[in-house]
């Protein structure tokens, strides 16, 4: 009936998003607890921390501590992001716990970067250039081409087609001059622009150009569409997701749904294994690790499934 | 690129909904004051109340008072619900203002309805019937084959799609035994059990087998689907959806997401207008009106645009 693929891989990114944007303070053990709690449910990869100026998020201050504390799994890849080499470094330190992979991080929206990065597209460029130099000096994998606003931006408006493809176009020519690999082109929602139709659109010009390269969703749920539109990827094929548990990454200071950041793990992991699309992920033990999550950040985080709970009770024989 | 219909047709059941489910007392004039608001923004159908036994549901004593504070627009159906003749002998002492319809209320789960109503399937059958006879002498028309529980039901557990085309096929049989029309079937998502691929099932069986009626979807966004399952719908070509301004509906104690009720109207025209689907609807209205309901009602309400904002702001010339 669809393109729906048979399984998904799901990034977990609650604990960097979550712990870099409460107000905090939390406890670093609260922090490994959770991080514990989501490495227990078959998730593959859970981004932990962020490496960043303490003085700038106080919330990933204890990021060393964090990953020093954690026990690594097999087959579980806790990852760490950096915005430079000072959090590289420290990144690098930490090389048997975590799995470091590198992104070429690009944007569709020339105002959203000038905004947030003071950089032009020709500025930006350059700069991962350089970061891939710095990815091949470390013996570091470059995982991903990330466009962010790639469905809209709050500064350009709607997006034209044409200017993400040719961001993705940017990106795919810059690791093919420096000579790297790159498997993934991830197409960010970064403002929540996106709908069901903008997603299909997006993809499928993607895909059509550059057939064998993966293509992951990063989604917002802002404006309440993160399921729909991860459903819309699923019926383009796409398994390949972020996302966060119980949403963690909403802002810290409304803690209700409209504030909603990525688009929430749990909820997701309902979406796909109530259609047959197997996450490896066990819902039961996720929704206790969303449950954990609230409770260690004290206010209600937007998750739906983590409330209104799986249909594994009603099924289970009496 | 798929079915996508160009309009569609949202019935607002947030004032009943919410008010019946409040455990505020809120003021007649407070109720009125978001029954007015809503008939500002285009809506063509609002569910204004429910005349029922104030015994049981507090929040509805004052029904026939709000009536008598309507003010009546061309073109908008003001409706109500009753559940017995001596509720529809009221809402027939409102018969100006309001636009009485009647449904055939069926359940694809024996066990919900003897649950809830204590009937077999065979006894509500025969209710019906006997409801088709009240209507028929008092020149109500019957609008809907309504199927409770078409997704998946908490005391049945799945529910097979042959059990929804024999529930279909008796209310189907039914009213042509009686000689009346209906043109709407209504699928509802009772227990919110639906995902996208389940709706699509459904929808498709349900249409292939009766092509000349329109199919309705009433859907509950208690484990976060609700507007994953209206897009899959959408896709279907389905047109017709019940809804409610803000989310109003979830449960009054939680006054989050999790406890949702039916889908939040304003997030459901957000996803049909962002595709080029015609509501009738004005966004921004809708949203003062959802902001509105809020304020009545005391706590947060599901919604989502109505805290991320429409994109209008951002797309407007500077």
């Known amino acids: 009936m669809s393109d729906l693929p048979r399984a998904v891989e799901i990034f977990e990114e609650g604990p960097r998003e979550g712990f870099q944007i409460e107000p905090g303070p939390i406890a670093t053990s609260r922090k490994v607890e959770l991080i514990e709690a989501l490495s227990a449910t078959g ?26 504390a954690l026990r690594p799994r097999p087959g579980l890849r806790y990852r760490a992001l950096w915005l430079n080499e000072k959090g590289l470094q420290r990144a690098l330190g930490h090389g048997e716990t975590l ?52 469905f809209g931006c709050n500064f350009a408006g709607d997006i034209a087609l044409e200017s993400v493809l040719e961001t993705v176009r940017d990106g795919i020519d ?98 796909c ?6 996450t490896g992920i066990d819902l039961e033990r996720l929704i206790d690790a969303a449950q954990l999550a609230e409770e260690i950040v004290g206010h209600p985080l937007p998750g739906s499934v983590m409330r209104g709970g799986s249909l594994r009770r009603f099924r289970a024989p009496a």
Chains 1, 2 share one sequence.
């Open 43 to 68: 998730l593959g990869s859970i981004q932990v921390c962020s490496f960043v100026n303490p003085a700038r998020v106080p919330g990933m201050a204890d990021a060393d501590a964090v990953v020093d």
């Open 99 to 150: 799995s470091l992979a590198g992104m070429i991080v690009l944007s569709a929206s020339e105002p959203f970067l000038m905004r947030n990065q003071n950089r032009t597209i020709a500025d930006n460029l350059r700069e991962q250039r350089a970061q891939i130099g710095v990815y091949r000096r470390h013996g570091i994998p470059v995982e991903r081409i990330l466009v962010m606003a790639a």
């Open 174 to 271: 810059l690791v093919a001059e420096e000579g790297v690999a790159v498997e993934t082109i991830s197409l960010a929602d970064t403002m929540a622009w996106a709908t069901p139709r903008s997603i299909k659109r997006v993809v499928g010009a993607v895909r059509e150009r550059w057939p064998t390269h993966r293509i992951s969703l990063h989604l917002h749920d802002t404006r309440g569409l993160g399921l729909a539109n991860a459903y819309a990827g699923l019926e383009m094929g796409i398994d390949s997701f972020d996302s966060s548990v119980a949403g963690l990454g909403g802002c810290p200071f409304a803690g209700h749904k409209g504030a909603a950041g990525n688009v929430c793990t749990e909820d997701l992991v309902f979406l």
């Open 273 to 278: 294994e109530e259609m047959g699309i197997r």
